[in-house]
C-alpha cells in the first residue's frame, strides 16, 4: 500500500516532551499527489511554498519541519504518529512564490548545508532534497524514494531548517544527489 506525507512545522522543543504541531500543509492542496514522490521534485508549487516559508523573510523562518508519513513510528506520549496528530487541526495554505535567490538548504541543527545550484540532474526530474532528507517513514510504504543516498532519508528529521542566499560558514557542505532507481 502507498504511504502519505504531511510537511509539518513543529513548535520548539527544548524540554523533550510531547511535540506540537504548529501547522501541517496538505501536498494534495498544490495539486500534487499525497506519496514522497509524487510530489519531491524542484520547482513544484508545494516546493515553491515551503522555501518561502523557511526563507530570511518567510514566517517559519528556521524551523524544525518535518514530512510526516502515516506509516512512521508513533511518538511515545500519545501513542499516534504525526501524521495522524495532525489530523486534528486545519490544514493550512501558503502561495507559492519562487525565492530562487535562497540557494543554500540550511540545517542549523546539525551545521550542514546543500547547494542547491548543484543540482544537476535532468531538469524536468530534480528530486528537491528537503522533503527526503526531512522524511520520517521513508521506505514502509509505495510511492516512497528508493534510489541514490537512501540512507541519507530522514537525516535532517527535526531539526532547524531554513533556506539562505549565502553559505553559511563554518558549515559543512553535503551533497545528497538522490536519483531514483
Not at 510531547?18 to 519531491?40: A, T, V
Not at 507559492?96 to 545550484?117: A, C, G, I, Q, R
Not at 543516498?149 to 549565502?166: A, H, V, Y
Amino acid at each position: 500500500m502507498g504511504q502519505y506525507y504531511k510537511v509539518i512545522i513543529l513548535a520548539d522543543n527544548t524540554s523533550n516532551k510531547k511535540e506540537i504541531i504548529r501547522f501541517w500543509i496538505c501536498p494534495g492542496s498544490y495539486r500534487n499527489g499525497m506519496k514522497l514522490m509524487e510530489h519531491s521534485y524542484y520547482k513544484n508549487n508545494l516546493l515553491k511554498a515551503v522555501q518561502n516559508f523557511l526563507s530570511p523573510n518567510g514566517h517559519f523562518y528556521m524551523s524544525r519541519i518535518i514530512w510526516a508519513g502515516d506509516y512512521a513510528d508513533v511518538e511515545k506520549e500519545t501513542g499516534q504518529n504525526l501524521y495522524h496528530m495532525a489530523e486534528s487541526q486545519e490544514s493550512v495554505y501558503f502561495p507559492p512564490v519562487d525565492n530562487s535567490k535562497y540557494n543554500y538548504l540550511v540545517n542549523h541543527t546539525k551545521k550542514e548545508y546543500v547547494d542547491m545550484k548543484k543540482l544537476n540532474y535532468d531538469e524536468d526530474y530534480i528530486i528537491h532534497p528537503l522533503p527526503l532528507l526531512v522524511a520520517e517513514g521513508n521506505g514502509r510504504g509505495g510511492g516512497d524514494y528508493s534510489g541514490h543516498n537512501m540512507e541519507m532519508c530522514g537525516r535532517w528529521t527535526r531539526d532547524i531548517i531554513s533556506f539562505e542566499e549565502k553559505c553559511p560558514e563554518e558549515y559543512n557542505e553535503i551533497v545528497p544527489n538522490f536519483i531514483e532507481e
